[in-house]
């Protein structure tokens, strides 16, 4: 079982409403990321967080997405205005120390109708 | 970027039967994982494997990082092995940065 908590496990949201989807690690890591599966494809990365700042992000990331730890454990990933493309199976991921493998969370499957 | 090809795309196995799945990867990397992803779309790690040999009771993992490549092999294969399978690598030059492959479709019939 994964040891990384998400929730909403599901979520349906009407187009053009604010999400936020939510990482609740166990233990405090350094390192957080966020994928996303569309129904079918690969996996793929949206951002990585260290410190509290975001160190890499993909082409996906735009402006409607964003995240932050707002209280230091909660790791969240807002999406401002969903479109039906963003419906998919997002994953948040954490690595304990660099150099070690990724482990991820249990998922939230996102629906825009 | 770095290319992650699996092979193959699906496979059927009748339960018992013995099976190996490859993940073939283009550049250097510094990581290498294998993922399992049941029905409920929970990717569950089933070896960190940059180099060499790991075994978990049935599965077994084998990379090769100088010729690039991975294997990872199922024995006796049960239904409840069924699902896909995902290799992802951390390419030398990323940070962070998981590529997945396309994922192997395995169904274990009883």
């Known amino acids: 079982e994964p040891e990384v908590t998400q929730t909403p496990s599901h979520q349906v949201t009407q187009m053009g409403q604010e999400v936020i989807l939510r990482c609740v690690p166990i233990?405090?890591?350094?390192?957080f990321y966020w994928y996303r599966q569309i129904l079918g494809q690969k996996v793929e990365f949206l951002v990585s967080f260290y410190n509290n700042e975001i160190s890499e992000k993909s082409e996906i990331f735009d402006d409607q997405f964003s995240v932050e730890r707002p209280d230091g454990s909660n790791f969240t990933l807002k999406i401002r205005s969903t479109k039906l493309e963003d419906s998919a199976m997002y994953f948040c991921?954490?690595?304990?120390?660099?150099?070690?493998?990724?482990?991820f969370g249990s998922g939230t499957r996102l629906t825009v109708v | 970027g770095i290319q992650v090809e699996q092979s193959p795309p699906d496979l059927i196995l009748q339960e018992g039967a013995n099976s190996t799945l490859r993940c073939n990867f283009s550049?250097?990397?510094?990581?290498l994982q294998w993922f399992h992803q049941n029905p409920w779309g929970q990717l569950i790690n089933l070896f960190y494997i940059p180099s060499g040999t790991k075994q978990n009771g049935r599965l077994s993992a084998t990379t090769v990082a100088t010729e690039r490549y991975s294997l990872l092999y199922i024995s006796s294969s049960q239904t409840t092995d069924s699902g896909v399978y995902f290799c992802a690598v951390l390419p030398t030059d990323s940070w962070g940065k998981l590529q997945f492959g396309a994922g192997t479709q395995v169904v274990v019939t009883p």
């Open positions: 991921a954490y690595q304990q120390v660099s150099g070690y493998g990724y482990t």
């Open positions: 550049d250097s990397v510094n990581n």
């Open positions: 233990s405090n890591h350094l390192y």
